[in-house]
């Protein structure tokens, strides 16, 4: 699992199947200095929390593909922005915690016919009258690890995409990179081509950690790849880490954060360390029979990350939402989340991905072979789909927003003609009550303490029949 945990999830929620290759962490549970305790809802057990997307993946199905062709037949939009995601599949090794559809077993000629296919989906979708002439605000490669890929396969790829959807007007140009693959020629062809935000997947500066967690890199590679990327002035450069990780201790994570400030990149991103089904530790844990994962506690994470967010004010930064912190909140934007999050279309291609049109999701077939042979017979490769009332758009647009700390009602009465202060009366009563939301004028505003565990406040807004789904 790489950096930008929120789009990734946002763009591949797609779990491993019991035949994706990984290594189990033999025996890493039984090692660990965090105590297994008797279930609680303190502990972190083995699910999911993060809210991605809306409404949850559970409800999509095969049944509602016909609707996004519908859309794809039909005019363009004159009033949203589109945004164009590809999927990079591919890692040197699966971290124990990580849940994305990714292989560590593909060689050369694998990666090129599958970069192949994926050009051949760009191509099907430039030919639709809904998305034909239109050009991308933002761009994002994921993973995966996007920066596995070699500099000629990632010029053919980009040059390929920009063909077909231009990026001379493109905002942003985001890229997820694993530290140990990257060198100063791979940056530099990365610059070259248009690369604005790099994003870091480091998670901990500590090599323990990182054996620990299953990550292919160590501290020595994420300083060098820092050192090269600082010298290539790109425009943000992103590091991501992960609180609470197996084996982390309030000194080591102390450690990690003051190690971050003294680097001083652009932003960093911040999770809670989860575990999600099909996992390699959460395998370990269902053989054992465990309940409670080998990481920190809820409460423990949220303090941890508390801690970080006033260590990273002291140093300059400001919070810019749950999850982020920013230099220069003047120069540093994140067009993908903020364009996603206010609606704007995603054509999303390569295996397990997913966007949406028009307010119809989608999400493409979850394994390499069946999406390389639907591309190859000339049929878009999506597995299932939903089709979003203008109620539920209201209702995604809403709990997303909230994740920034602080949203306007006005735009959603201007929008949806929703009144949010009226529809969420009591919930927000609640909340406030709680410590954990207030108003500013025309502002919902969420406290620190609320942004800490925001992702289990969400579901309070969630339709009805959304709120028991499992979410991913």
Known sequence: MLSDNNLKTLLNPQPMSDTSKSTS???VIDKLSIPLEKESVEQTEVGNYFVANYPPFSFWTPDYRPAVMD?????????TNLGVYFHVPFCRKRCHFCYFRVYTDKNSAEINEYLEAGIREFEMYAKKPYLAGRKPQFVYFGGGTPSYLSVKQLRGLTDKMKDLFPWDETEEVAFEAEPGTLTEKKLDALKD???TRLSLGIEAFDDHLLEVNGRAHRSKEAYRALGFAKTLGFDQVNIDLIAGMMDETEDNWKKC???????????VTIYQMEIPYNTTIYREMKNSGRISAPVATWP???????WAFNRFEEAGYSVSSAYTVVKNPETTKFVYRDSLWEGADLLSAGVASFGHFGGVHYQNQADVDPYNKLVDSGELPIFRAYATSPEERFVREFVLQLK??????????????VDVAERYATKLAELEAEGYFSTDGDDVVVSRDGMLQIDRLLHGFFLEEHCDARYT
Do not use: H
């Open 404 to 417: 920034l700390g602080r949203t306007s009602m006005q735009y959603f009465r201007d929008k949806y003609g």
């Open 257 to 267: 954060v003051d190690t971050a400030i003294e680097q001083e990149p652009d932003c």
């Open 71 to 79: 859309v794809l037949d039909g005019p363009a939009p004159t009033d």
């Open 193 to 195: 081509i248009g690369v």
């Open 25 to 27: 962490p033999v025996g």
């Open 300 to 306: 423990t994470k949220r303090d941890w990350v508390d």
